[in-house]
């Protein structure tokens, strides 16, 4: 937008509407960046060197193996030059909106909220986000908050029945008393003013939370909550053969913003509930097919030009956020392309030292101002204001839909309640309704990956259309964070299948995204596309110099060797450039470390685990879906991860990879040890002794968990002693090759030994 760039560098007009700045860092990036490459281009070449005259087997594996990993890492740091080749970062004056537009020519804005299971996601959580938008400082009937309700549950549907109740005194609340909270849990978490009136409201809610937990509790709405034909009507839906998996579609008009008023008197939002249909024979996509569902119902019922996106946890924090948006979105400098608005993933509920790197800063935060400088920002599934233009093919060309009322420009000029827009509704949000038509293909949330957020961002961005990165001093939104670890990784792991996806299909972005959007773009949404291929140098790491330091064989140049320093300034530097940027973007020493720890962490477990599990789907063999992160809080568990403690108590495969990296380090630390203490070819090992030394610091919550902790969340015995003899077969497995390979090279070396003397070797290996 170089429009406003002009205009928030020279003038403070006072109808200025936004700005954007390259960031001070910007020089330092680059001319670091200038020193870096040539270093990486150095190991390349020690290694290759090493790798020709290689003069044993055992040399010439590691080197390979050393050589193909610190590839992989090469490729990721060319991808982090777009994120900081030229990072921007912008401002809004919402103040001035209305100074250009009047408030009751604001656009009209739909909001879609996801959720797709009671249990897992609490329907009180749900009803929490939805009231805070239902409150936006935004003209009321101009909002339409739709629930699209995955698990099909007429829990769901009851909790909101009773917070369109609620919202008719909690709306005109927040309005009196411009309060910034907006969803009731988090008002009446804080600190706020004690009135007879908030007392009420207080009341009121706590008496809706006891009703919805209740209704959940005992799985099933009884009559007792049941007050009208009309509810009871709706709740008839459910049949005795009505699952989650196979239900028609479920469309309920909760609140209408052309009659509906609050206490008041003022009109309400919109809001409705909407459970698209489903059968087990035609695919549902998951979010993205409940998206696209979402995108038609709310075509036919409202089509409001502007989209919000929202996962069910991702509560409003400033009701004046979309003003925020209509400072892009209503400036007429804005061009035409610009397809979405997005804000920055914030969390509350994080743990002081944020164990499981659950802000993700550099995903969420820092990457997000360097693609800010390029194109924009890729979306993220949340906080993000669309232009429902955009879900209709590239800027310049429209794809109309295959019914003209849902193509972006229809004006719905009937009731939402009328029988003919009702029946719409209900046909769009059928489960056979995309076949054969352009919806996950050309139009819509994209299918074929599981990131579908992530998909969809970087096909638009293909398709020619930009974005923008908006991230308020005051954060516009918070969601909540997976609490123990297996959700954590499971999380990550669904990610890396999703990424993988992208990253091996014709679109991938190192191919398809650079041809489309250029070296800078494609290259960033390369890095994220290929995050799992980080388990190839991560698993090296952490288990060569190991099983080489067991087996008395030094595979790192010695400290007096000048290639000592060249890996010295490598490691350093990306290091401290990592810690850097974290430390600029607000972050804390502790989270740093946590950060770099969980990276190692996802890359033993999540992206290993994810890339099999990707490989088998293409062979066939299993078929991923998508299962959703719990955000409900076990009180005992929930007590632990605010102390900060790891939590494992359940058996998983992926706390095997991880438990037996963590035991070999550690032996390995131990044996390098007596060496030292033996003053043993000190300067060899030196190294390797390091690599251990680090893992061993960083495994030290895994070791606690297997030897002092006694609560339910500490590592299962089961899964300590398949951990424990995987690590001893990998050695076993290793000392074989190692021995053999030496054994086979004795040999060797005895029947030629004239001719190996002549070739020139550099390495160190079984050479002492
Ligand atoms: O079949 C499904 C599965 C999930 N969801 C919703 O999708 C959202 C995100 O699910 P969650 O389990 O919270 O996944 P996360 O990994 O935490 O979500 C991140 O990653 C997802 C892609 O994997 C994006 O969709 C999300 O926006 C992004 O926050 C939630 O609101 C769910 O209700 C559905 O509507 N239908
Ligand atoms: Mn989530």
């Not at 058996?651 to 990296?661: D, K, W």
Request: proline fraction near 6%.
């Amino acid at each position: 937008m170089k429009g406003s760039l002009v205009r928030g560098a020279t003038t403070d007009d006072a109808r200025l509407l936004h700005t954007v700045k390259p960031l001070r860092r910007t020089i330092f990036n680059r001319v670091f960046a200038a020193i870096y490459a040539p270093a990486i281009l150095t190991l390349i070449y020690y290694h290759a060197k090493t790798l020709i005259f290689s003069a044993t087997l055992v040399s010439f594996s590691a080197t390979l193996a050393l050589l193909f990993s610190d590839l992989v890492l090469a490729f990721m740091w060319v991808t982090t030059l777009t994120f900081r080749i030229c990072p921007v970062y912008r401002k809004q004056f919402p103040e001035n909106v209305e100074k250009i537009l009047k408030r009751s020519d604001f656009p009209a804005l739909d909001v879609f909220v996801c959720t797709a299971d009671p249990y897992k996601e609490p329907p009180i959580g749900v009803v929490n986000t939805a009231l805070a938008v239902m409150a936006y400082d935004y003209p009321a009937e101009k909002i339409s908050v739709y629930i699209s309700d995955d698990g099909g549950s007429a829990l769901t549907l009851f909790a909101f029945m009773e917070a369109a109740k609620f919202a008719t005194h909690w709306l005109p609340f927040c309005k009196k008393n411009n309060i910034l909270e907006r969803s009731p849990e988090s008002y009446f978490g804080s600190n706020h003013p004690c009135t007879s009136e908030s007392e009420k409201i207080k009341m009121m809610y706590e008496s809706m939370k006891v009703k919805v937990e209740h209704v959940l509790e005992r799985g099933t709405v009884g009559d007792q909550y049941i007050t009208s034909d009309q509810e009871r009507e709706a709740f008839n839906q459910w049949s005795s053969n009505f699952t989650r998996q196979d239900h028609p579609a479920v469309i309920q008009v909760l609140l209408d913003a052309s009659k509906d008023k609050d206490v008041d008197g003022y009109l309400m939002p919109n809001l409705i509930y909407m459970s698209r249909e489903k059968n087990k024979s035609s695919p549902h996509h998951f979010k993205a097919g409940a998206l696209n569902a979402l995108i038609r119902v709310s075509g036919s019922m409202t089509n409001a030009p502007i989209v919000l996106a929202l996962d069910c946890d991702f509560r409003s924090n400033d009701p004046r956020t979309p003003l925020r948006v209509l400072c892009y979105l209503c400036d007429p400098a804005t061009p035409p392309n610009l397809a979405f608005v997005q804000f920055p993933q914030l969390f509350q509920g994080i743990n002081t030292s944020d164990i499981y790197n659950a802000e993700y800063k550099r995903l969420f935060q820092i990457n997000m101002l360097g693609f800010d400088g390029v194109s924009g920002p890729n979306y993220v599934g949340t906080g993000c204001f669309f232009r429902r233009r955009s879900f209709f093919g590239c800027p310049t060309s429209l794809i109309s839909p295959e019914i003209p009322e849902l193509a972006p420009d229809y004006v719905v000029d009937k009731p939402i309640q009328s029988q003919s827009v009702l029946s719409l509704a209900h046909r769009v949000a059928g489960c056979n309704y995309e076949n054969q038509t352009n919806w996950g293909s050309k139009i819509g949330l994209r299918y074929g990956s599981l990131v579908e957020d992530y998909y969809t961002g970087f096909r638009l961005h293909c398709e020619g259309w930009k974005s923008v990165f908006c991230n308020p001093e005051r954060p516009a939104f918070f969601g909540d964070v997976p609490t123990s670890l297996i959700d954590a990784l499971n999380q990550q792991k669904r990610w890396a299948v999703g990424l993988l996806e992208v990253a091996f299909s014709k679109y991938s972005p190192a191919t398809y995204g650079v041809r489309r959007m250029g070296p800078l773009m494609g290259l960033g949404y390369a890095q994220a596309a290929f995050w799992p291929i980080w388990s190839i140098p991560i698993t090296t790491y952490a288990f060569l110099p190991q099983l080489a330091l067991l087996n008395k064989v030094y595979i790192f140049p010695k400290v007096s060797e000048p290639w000592f320093f060249l890996y010295a300034f490598l490691f350093l530097g990306a290091y401290g450039q990592d810690y850097l940027d974290f430390i600029l973007a607000g972050g804390s020493v502790q989270r740093w470390w946590s950060d770099q720890r969980f990276w190692i962490a996802r890359g033993l477990t999540s992206y290993f685990f994810g890339s099999m599990e990707f490989f088998l789907g293409c062979l066939g063999i299993s078929a991923s879906g998508f299962t959703v992160t719990s955000k409900a809080v076990d009180a005992e568990q929930s007590k632990r991860y605010d102390q900060g403690i790891f939590e494992f108590g359940v058996h998983s495969p992926m706390f095997v990879s991880l438990t037996s990296a963590a035991i070999i380090n550690l032996i390995a630390f131990s044996q390098g040890l007596v060496e030292v203490f033996r003053g043993n070819n000190l300067e060899g090992l030196f190294v390797q002794m390091f690599i251990s030394g680090f893992a061993v610091v960083n495994s030290l919550p895994v070791y606690e968990a297997i030897a002092l902790r006694n609560d339910s969340g500490k590592m299962p015995i089961k899964t300590t002693i398949t951990a424990t003899l995987l690590a001893g077969a990998v050695y076993a497995a290793s000392s074989f090759i190692f021995i053999s390979v030496t054994w086979v090279h004795a040999v060797t070396i005895l029947l030629y030994l004239p001719i190996y003397r002549s070739i020139p070797s550099l390495d160190v290996l079984l050479m002492q």
